[in-house]
């Protein structure tokens, strides 16, 4: 398996605009988390899904946020419309469930530049 | 999840055992101890976790204090590419729920 693939890797925008970050977790893992990374905030869990079912979203940070997972294999995060705080990388992990709780599954993750 | 501590940063030269310490005094009998780290630019990856027991795999060994008060990650022969960021994450296990990340310790591998 190729991992966790997130796309793109880079990302740059002018403030107002759509922005959708993509992300493909490994086959078979059945949980699925976006993060937020910034030098002030540290890594922050944004939403996380189940079976593609949202299960938190309490770390999105307002309703320009949204995400989506039509399916097993693949799951969009979306802002619209952006602002340059929203300037940040962006990761997506996946897991599976199992009797301890296997680890989790990072992607590259998705430098975002908002200008 | 039980609330972590760590030294902003350490520094070890290369060749070295590089001893990471965490607190976890509030920790919690179901919850296991989990260390991640976070190479520049790139996304966090998995080391090893335990919940009772010293653990070891081929990165690194877990020492876990009888207490289950504290803990130590120890990367035997630490070399420059080591150099990351380390977190200690104390959580429930049995299931594969979300980690919650603390601001880690920057371990920087001398030459």
């Known amino acids: 398996d190729a991992g966790v693939i997130q796309s793109p890797r880079h990302e740059v925008t002018e403030m107002g605009q759509e922005v959708t970050l993509r992300c493909k977790p490994i086959s078979g893992h059945d949980y699925l988390f976006w993060y937020r990374q910034t030098m002030m905030r540290g890594l922050e869990l944004l939403i996380y899904f189940n079976n593609n079912v949202p299960i938190d979203d309490s770390g999105m940070p307002e309703d320009r946020f949204s995400a989506k997972m039509p399916n097993a294999s693949f799951s969009t995060l979306k802002i619209q419309p952006s602002e340059p705080r929203d300037s940040a990388v962006y990761f997506c992990a996946s897991s599976s469930t199992g009797p301890l709780g296997i680890e989790a599954f990072f992607g590259q993750g998705t430098r975002l530049t908002v200008v | 999840d039980a609330k972590t501590t760590q030294p902003t940063s350490m520094d070890c030269a290369e060749g070295r055992a590089a001893n990471l310490p965490c607190n976890h005094s509030t920790i919690s009998g179901n919850e296991y101890v989990y260390w991640y780290r976070q190479i520049h630019s790139q996304g966090p990856q998995y080391i090893i976790h335990g919940l009772k027991n010293n653990e070891t795999n081929e990165m690194a060994s877990l020492i876990i204090t009888e207490d289950r008060k504290s803990s130590t990650l120890i990367l035997p022969h630490a070399t420059l590419r080591d150099t990351a960021v380390y977190y200690c994450?104390?959580?429930?296990?049995?299931?594969?729920?979300?980690?919650?990340f603390g601001s880690g310790t920057q371990l920087t591998v001398l030459p």
């Open positions: 994450i104390v959580r429930v296990s049995g299931s594969a729920r979300q980690l919650t």
